[in-house]
């Protein structure tokens, strides 16, 4: 699973690293460590970690955000549909 943090927008809350200690970390009081390229077996907690992130700045690759949020796709398509009536 890749991984992305957009250090210009962490503000170093820190909840990435009290939900998935062993990806991300934090150095000093605003500095964030995290491993670009997390275990698989972390993918539930990456996902608390994302969820969680109070600015957003956490963004895994998109094959791994559609398999962590199966059904997140369904029935989009149909939403722009125009009716004659």
């Known amino acids: ?6 250090l210009n927008r962490c503000q170093g809350y820190a909840q990435c690293a009290f939900l998935a200690p062993d990806v991300f970390a934090m150095h000093g009081d605003e500095g964030l460590l995290y491993d670009p390229q997390a275990q698989d077996a972390h993918r539930e907690r990456v996902a608390q970690a994302v969820a969680a992130c109070p600015v957003q700045a956490i963004l895994v690759d998109e094959l791994d955000m559609a398999a962590t949020a199966p059904g997140t796709l369904g029935g989009a398509a149909r939403t722009g549909e125009a009716s004659d009536g």
């Open 1 to 6: 699973m890749r991984l992305v943090v957009d």
